[in-house]
């Protein structure tokens, strides 16, 4: 996994936001997102228990009592709240956050998402894929393409343990966008230069696209 390629796909995801919007950043790709936003003005929420996170702070600047959820050293943006995290999840559960931007170990074809347990694998718990998956508006997977044992990411049927009862608008890896709909996904934007015939062999899930979206 590239720094360059989850550079790539977060820099996308950045795209996708609109000035205004309350954005909670999940654990992996989503963090690198601040650092990509130029001039837009959204509000980053941490379910730690942040609103108004900044970019990564230099090595100078790095305080490790102000972290991510994801426990990564933040800075704060003028006008930032720090709050305890059950507030940090009546946000969430009350359908204020405008889009979370989260990590999958698979998403199945209708954008049903499964990230936070592998089967046989010892876990800690659901964490807060499950609130926010329910209580965002919108929902972006940001995810590499392939999991590191090959395996695809975007997939027919889940086999890993769901992460609750909401799905998934968009994916988007370091090769292709795609959207999810009640017909299944969608390839809107190719993202590298792969042949269309390479990338479906390297997804797991039937998709339909458009000609104009594969030949220009």
């Known amino acids: 996994m590239s720094l360059e390629s989850r550079i790539k796909i ?3 995801v950045a795209q996708e936001l609109s000035d205004g ?3 909670n950043l999940g654990v992996g790709i989503p963090t690198l997102i601040p650092d990509y936003l130029g001039d837009k003005k959204v509000e980053l929420q941490s379910e730690n228990g942040i609103l108004g ?8 600047n790095v305080n490790m009592d102000l972290i991510s959820a994801s426990k990564h050293p933040v800075t704060l943006d003028i006008g930032a709240s720090i709050f305890d995290s059950s507030d940090s999840f009546v946000m ?6 405008d889009v979370a931007v989260l990590g999958v170990l698979q998403i199945d074809q209708f954008g049903e998402i499964a990230n936070w347990a592998i089967p046989g694998k010892d876990i800690l718990g659901v ?3 499950m609130d926010l998956v329910a209580g965002a508006k919108r929902i972006i997977v940001a995810s590499m393409h392939q999991a590191k044992d090959g395996k695809p990411k975007l997939v027919e049927k889940l086999t890993f343990p769901t992460s609750g009862n ?4 968009m994916l988007i890896t370091e090769h292709a966008v795609f959207k999810f709909t009640e017909n299944g996904a969608e390839l809107v934007e190719q993202l590298s230069d ?6 479906q062999e390297i997804t797991g899930a039937p998709f339909t696209y458009q000609d104009s979206v594969v030949n220009g």
Do not use: N, Q
């Open 92 to 97: 969430i559960r009350g359908g204020h956050i």
């Open 194 to 199: 792969l042949r269309l015939e390479e990338l």
């Open 53 to 60: 996170m900044g970019p990564t702070p230099d090595e100078e």
């Open 166 to 169: 909401g799905r998934a608008d």
């Open 21 to 23: 919007d309350m954005v």
């Open 127 to 129: 964490g807060g894929a």
């Open 10 to 12: 977060a820099k996308r």
